[in-house]
């Protein structure tokens, strides 16, 4: 399995990085988008692929993931490890942790493998509620 590191970019922004065996590029970020004295939503954004030209940003890459389970499983890892940080960490009592899709078949895979982590469906996205421990 890939490795799990994260990168805290900023208070605002959290991601984590690593490369599949076939070299493609993993991201999963995570930003929080908006931000109160009681509460934070964070929006996660999980990208698989190739850049198809260096100087282009990650986010114009062309999509096309191989790796399928162990990319998503990775995303898994990295969703549990921040859920572990910001219950630890955040100044806000409740952080709503926000997953959007693009199509069903996204929807219905993240819907089955985070239901163990708490994740419900709302309208358009996925939610999952954390209590801060501080």
């Known amino acids: 399995m890939y490795e799990v590191n994260p990168q805290k970019?900023?208070?605002?922004?959290y991601s984590?990085?690593?490369?599949?065996?076939?070299?493609?590029?993993?991201?999963?970020?995570?930003?929080?988008?908006?931000n109160s004295i009681e509460s934070a939503h964070w929006n996660v954004c999980f990208r698989v692929g190739k850049n198809k030209h260096k100087e282009r940003d990650f986010e114009q890459m062309c999509i096309n993931g191989k790796d399928g389970i162990k990319s998503l499983l990775w995303a898994k890892?990295?969703?549990?490890?921040?859920?572990?940080?910001i219950s630890k960490s955040?100044?806000?009592?409740i952080n709503y942790l926000e997953i959007y899709w693009t199509d069903s078949r996204r929807r219905d895979?993240?819907?089955?493998?985070?239901?163990?982590?708490g994740?419900?469906?709302?309208?358009?996205?996925?939610?999952?509620?954390?209590?801060?421990?501080?």
Request: aromatic fraction near 12%.
């Open 90 to 93: 955040s100044k806000q009592k």
């Open 9 to 13: 970019c900023s208070t605002r922004l």
């Open 16 to 34: 984590y990085k690593t490369k599949n065996k076939y070299n493609q590029k993993l991201e999963l970020e995570i930003n929080v988008w908006c």
């Open 109 to 117: 895979v993240y819907e089955r493998g985070l239901k163990d982590l």
């Open 119 to 134: 994740f419900i469906r709302k309208n358009s996205f996925l939610v999952l509620k954390i209590q801060s421990n501080l």
């Open 77 to 85: 890892k990295c969703l549990k490890d921040f859920i572990k940080i």
